[in-house]
């Protein structure tokens, strides 16, 4: 049996209340919306697991990949879901670039 603990954490209320929002607003604007809101979700999740695969070697919950993929996803037009998967890709791999600089002191 599988036990699942999930950290209440300050991403997670982020992450249930942007769902909330993006549930609602494909309510009041149409369902047809729901294939962006997947593949930016999905886009950010995925690069984000597969970068953190990499240099962690071990499989990390993408809390924030899920947050900016839903923010993503719902920021842009309907219609662009090839600029949603480019946008995706751009901000994960700059979370990345911008988290592993080194800290420079002036």
């Given at each position: ?15 249930i209340f942007l769902i909330i929002l993006t549930i609602i607003g494909l309510y009041l604007n149409g369902i047809k919306n729901i294939l962006q809101v997947i593949i930016g979700i ?65």
């Amino acid at each position: 049996l599988m036990h699942l603990r999930i950290n209440r954490t300050p991403k997670f209320y982020m992450i249930i209340f942007l769902i909330i929002l993006t549930i609602i607003g494909l309510y009041l604007n149409g369902i047809k919306n729901i294939l962006q809101v997947i593949i930016g979700i999905t886009t950010c999740t995925i690069l984000d697991l597969l970068i953190n695969y990499y240099k962690e070697n071990k499989i990390i919950f993408p809390s924030s990949a899920i947050i900016t993929g839903i923010i993503i996803s719902i920021g842009i037009a309907t219609g662009t879901k090839l600029w949603i998967i480019l946008l995706s890709i751009i901000a994960i791999i700059s979370k990345h670039l911008i988290k592993n600089k080194p800290e420079t002191y002036i």
